[in-house]
């Protein structure tokens, strides 16, 4: 029920403390979080009139920014029917990545099913990644000039009016042929996914033919900073 919904979502926001955030910037110092524990994940409830509401929901959701300054940096949408429901959530970057995702979405079908969950710890910090991977320090910023991480951001307008959504999927049978495929050629599914994009995008858009096209593939650091239940923005590219 949408009232189950509204205790998971705040059940959530108790195991991952990120969910209560919002992101805090003063002229003089990086952005930084700020937790608000009594800020709730706003639900939003709409009737299901067709199978294709959640799309237009998602293409809602995609064109409206969240505002950074407020906690928290996630809302949700349910799309309820009298036999099936659809849920969306919209989560901010700057605090997941898509394995976080995932992981919220098992976490929340969890605590619907009664599971209890214990609260887990902050992400480590930005510093704390690079000094564990031994990764080299940022570049400093010269004297007299300002970094781009203290200037206040640009207020975000969508490029667009609306965002068009599509969605495809594949059966058993032909996810089985593509990863029995990439495996004998001796390269992962992400790379022949990725090559597939550029080759069709440059097939159908002039403008990907007339200037070249540079992919970054993110890599997933959780198993190197050891943390594998979070939700967290844990990259490297």
Same mark, same amino acid.
């Given at each position: 029920?949408?009232?189950?919904?509204?205790?998971? #979502?705040?059940? +959530?926001?108790?195991?991952?403390?990120?969910? *209560?955030?919002?992101?805090? $910037?003063? !002229?003089?110092?990086?952005?930084?979080?700020?937790?608000?524990?009594?800020?709730?994940?706003? +639900?939003?409830? #709409?009737? /299901? &009139?067709?199978?294709? $509401?959640?799309?237009?929901?998602?293409?809602?959701?995609?064109?409206?920014?969240?505002?950074?300054? *407020?906690? !928290?940096?996630?809302?949700? =949408?349910?799309?309820?029917?009298?036999?099936?429901?659809?849920?969306?959530?919209?989560?901010?970057?700057?605090?997941?990545?898509?394995t976080g995702l995932l992981l919220l979405f098992r976490d929340f079908?969890?605590?619907?099913?009664?599971?209890? +969950?214990?609260?887990?710890?902050?992400?480590?910090?930005?510093?704390? =990644?690079? $000094?564990?991977?031994? +990764?080299?320090?940022?570049?400093?910023?010269?004297?007299?000039? *300002?970094?781009?991480?203290?200037?206040? !951001?640009?207020?975000?307008?969508?490029? =667009?009016?609306?965002?068009?959504?599509? *969605?495809?999927?594949?059966?058993?049978? &032909?996810?089985? &042929?593509?990863? /029995?495929?990439?495996?004998?050629?001796?390269?992962?599914v992400h790379a022949a996914l990725t090559a597939a994009l550029v080759?069709?995008?440059?097939?159908?858009?002039?403008?990907?033919?007339?200037?070249?096209?540079?992919?970054?593939?993110?890599?997933?650091?959780?198993?190197?900073?050891?943390?594998?239940?979070?939700?967290?923005?844990?990259?490297?590219?």
């Amino acid at each position: 029920s949408f009232q189950d919904c509204e205790v998971a #979502l705040a059940a +959530l926001q108790v195991r991952h403390p990120l969910l *209560t955030a919002s992101i805090q $910037e003063f !002229p003089d110092r990086a952005p930084f979080f700020r937790s608000s524990e009594q800020a709730r994940i706003p +639900l939003r409830l #709409l009737k /299901r &009139q067709g199978s294709d $509401e959640w799309r237009q929901e998602l293409e809602t959701e995609a064109g409206a920014p969240i505002d950074t300054s *407020t906690a !928290p940096l996630m809302r949700a =949408v349910m799309v309820r029917g009298s036999d099936r429901s659809e849920l969306i959530f919209t989560v901010h970057h700057t605090i997941t990545d898509g394995t976080g995702l995932l992981l919220l979405f098992r976490d929340f079908f969890d605590l619907m099913s009664g599971v209890t +969950l214990n609260r887990l710890s902050l992400p480590p910090s930005i510093e704390r =990644v690079r $000094e564990d991977l031994k +990764l080299p320090s940022p570049v400093p910023v010269p004297e007299g000039r *300002t970094s781009s991480a203290h200037k206040s !951001p640009v207020e975000y307008r969508s490029p =667009v009016s609306s965002a068009a959504v599509s *969605t495809m999927s594949l059966t058993v049978e &032909q996810t089985t &042929q593509i990863i /029995r495929a990439t495996h004998n050629r001796g390269v992962t599914v992400h790379a022949a996914l990725t090559a597939a994009l550029v080759m069709g995008g440059y097939h159908l858009s002039g403008s990907w033919r007339d200037k070249p096209v540079r992919v970054f593939s993110p890599i997933n650091l959780r198993e190197d900073v050891g943390m594998h239940e979070g939700v967290a923005l844990v990259l490297g590219a």
